[in-house]
């Protein structure tokens, strides 16, 4: 999944990804190449941050997005509060297949526009 996103954001916004980190090297950002906001973050965290008793990691992305798409992804469990960052205007996706990618990509689009204001 952290290709096609990459892939996507290329292609549809011209963005690279960044990789800031050298605790986290497989950590990256997509950043609004004019404003230079994030609007993405992808990285590997414990699945037990989201789903007690669990083991294991799992790709995430954290990303921006409205207060009414926030809500609606929360109450069918497609999401959960994001993961170190804030909770408010940020949500956090697993990235394991359980969501369909054009669902990410409306997400991602989102998450753009946001920050392009």
Do not use: Q
């Amino acid at each position: 999944m952290r290709d096609k996103i990459i892939a996507y954001a290329k292609r549809k916004y011209k963005t690279e990804p960044e990789y800031l980190w050298a605790k986290t090297p497989d950590a990256f950002i997509l950043r609004n190449p004019k404003n230079k906001k994030w609007y993405a973050l992808v990285m590997k965290v414990k699945k037990s941050m989201f789903i007690p008793d669990t083991e294991g990691f799992t790709d995430i992305i954290n990303i921006r997005c409205k207060p009414i798409t926030r809500e609606c992804l929360l109450s069918e469990g497609r999401c959960f509060p994001a993961y170190h960052m804030n909770k408010k205007n940020w949500i956090s996706i697993m990235l394991d297949n359980n969501i369909d990618f054009k669902i990410l990509c409306n997400i991602i689009d989102e998450s753009y526009d946001i920050v392009n204001r």
